[in-house]
């Protein structure tokens, strides 16, 4: 099975920075897309950002450009989200996210393995 363990959220002022990991147990070679997401308190999932980690293609959210950057560490089988110029608005319980279906672009649908979160709060 693949098991997704998220860390590093906290409290933090706007314009801090903060970098998650996920640590990913289980195969990656079968994982075609890698991805974060996040969940505002009473709102809905949106995506922020996504790796092709075969190709290292990457995607982010418009409201995150320039200011995140989603990377793997493949030795240490770990994703992280450097999230830098934070804002209140980024306040969100943040998701690691997997799936094994190839596609030639890494969207923000269909992702079957999920990790448990970590909360991220700017204020």
């Known amino acids: 099975h693949v098991q997704l363990v998220e860390s590093g959220g906290g409290s933090v002022q706007p314009g801090g920075s903060l970098t998650l990991s996920c640590v990913v147990n289980g195969t990656t070679t079968s994982l075609n897309c890698m991805g974060w997401f996040r969940q505002p308190t009473g709102k809905d999932y949106e995506g922020v950002a996504s790796l092709d980690p075969f190709h290292g293609a990457t995607n982010y959210a418009d409201f995150v450009k320039g200011r995140f950057t989603i990377s793997r560490d493949s030795a240490k089988k770990t994703l992280y989200l450097q999230m830098n110029s934070l804002k209140p608005e980024d306040t969100a319980m943040y998701y690691c996210?997997?799936?094994?279906?190839?596609?030639?672009?890494?969207?923000?649908?269909?992702?079957?393995?999920w990790g448990q979160g970590t909360q991220v709060t700017v204020s």
């Open positions: 996210a997997a799936d094994p279906r190839p596609r030639r672009i890494c969207d923000f649908n269909h992702y079957n393995y």
